[in-house]
Nanobody, 117 residues
């Protein structure tokens, strides 16, 4: 089993920054693709960023490219999402997820990000 726990969400003003963390336990973290997703009220959950096992392969949605940075520390079994220049459009519940095979099989409980002045 895999257990994912997000942290680092909160209230930030537009233009501000936050760093989210996702601590993983259970099956091997080192060899799995990890990702961040978000869901705003009334909208579907959408992918934000993903990172490969060796951390060399990363991808971002167009909405966050150039502002967000995904990273991982295999020794700590933790994934991060550095979010800069936040806008009100970034406000959402952010979820981390871990792939098993071709499916995003494991999910955290989510952490709320609120962007407001």
């Amino acid at each position: 089993q895999v257990h994912l726990v997000e942290s680092g969400g909160g209230l930030v003003q537009p233009g501000g920054s936050l760093r989210l963390s996702c601590a993983a336990s259970g099956r091997t973290f080192r060899t799995d693709i990890m990702g961040w997703f978000r869901q705003a009220p009334g909208k579907e959950r959408e992918p934000v960023a993903s990172i490969g096992p060796n951390a060399y392969h990363v991808s971002y949605s167009d909405a966050v490219k150039g502002r967000f940075a995904i990273s991982r520390d295999s020794a700590k079994k933790t994934m991060y999402l550095q979010m800069n220049n936040l806008t009100t459009e970034d406000a959402a519940v952010y979820y981390c997820a871990q792939k098993y095979g071709s499916a995003w099989a494991y999910w955290g409980q989510g952490t709320q990000v609120t962007v407001s002045s």
